[in-house]
């Protein structure tokens, strides 16, 4: 896949969809093939600079404790002291209004163990427990501004129970060279990453909020 092939589908997508009153993401839909999902080393679970701005920024939560409370503030769209755990692990509903609002939390490693036993319930099951993976455990003494910047153009690329995985690459107003920046970034990860490269990708789909999906290239490959 190229980007020639994206622009293709992008002007496919363009000339079909029917004009709406507000501005549409662009989703990108990559379905797999030939992955035994129930073998851990077969599971997809990546996480992926995009090269470009997307429509939607990834919004961050910050479990911290004193050390990092004023930079979390300025840098973070959501902060949770370590004092204020108390309020959440006695209303389990507040855990899934933070778990809805965003995509990624980063906690200051020393409080790791509390947030585990807070969150955890709640996060764990919707992936989104704060990975060291992503660079979200965090030491007391860090530098915030740069994780968030970095958090805020990155996806999570994650097939665990099911051969497909979608995610927002941009919108109607974005440009057809960035959006296909940012797939190619994406597909480029998966073919480094799965045990038969691109050959365990079925198909690759981009697709309007409302309309109907166009395939990249070719509809599947051999």
């Given at each position: ?127 989104k427990m704060p990975n060291p993976k992503a660079g979200c455990v965090v030491p007391p003494n860090a530098n915030l501004a740069p994780v968030a910047d970095k958090l ?71």
């Amino acid at each position: 896949m190229n980007k020639d092939d994206v622009k293709k589908a992008l002007a496919v997508l363009k000339a079909n969809a029917k004009k709406r009153k507000f501005s549409q993401k662009i989703d990108l839909i990559v379905n797999f093939k030939e992955l035994d999902l129930k073998k851990p080393e077969q599971q997809v679970d990546l996480f992926v600079q995009l090269p470009k701005p997307r429509a939607k920024k990834s919004k961050i939560c910050a479990f911290v404790g004193p050390e990092l409370a004023e930079q979390a503030k300025n840098a973070m769209d959501t902060v949770v002291l370590h004092d204020q755990f108390i309020q959440y692990a006695q209303n389990p509903k507040l855990i899934k209004k933070l778990a809805s609002a965003h995509d990624f939390f980063v906690a200051q490693a020393n409080i790791m163990p509390d947030v585990a036993k807070t969150f955890g319930r709640i996060l764990g099951p919707r992936n989104k427990m704060p990975n060291p993976k992503a660079g979200c455990v965090v030491p007391p003494n860090a530098n915030l501004a740069p994780v968030a910047d970095k958090l805020r153009s990155t996806v999570r690329v994650l097939a665990r129970t099911q051969l497909s995985f979608k995610t927002i690459v941009g919108d109607e107003q974005t440009s057809e060279d960035d959006i296909a920046d940012n797939i190619l970034a994406i597909y480029s990860a998966l073919a480094h990453h799965l045990p038969l490269e691109d050959n365990n990708i079925k198909t690759v789909l981009l697709k309007y909020t409302m309309s109907a999906p166009v395939a990249i290239g070719k509809e599947e490959k051999p």
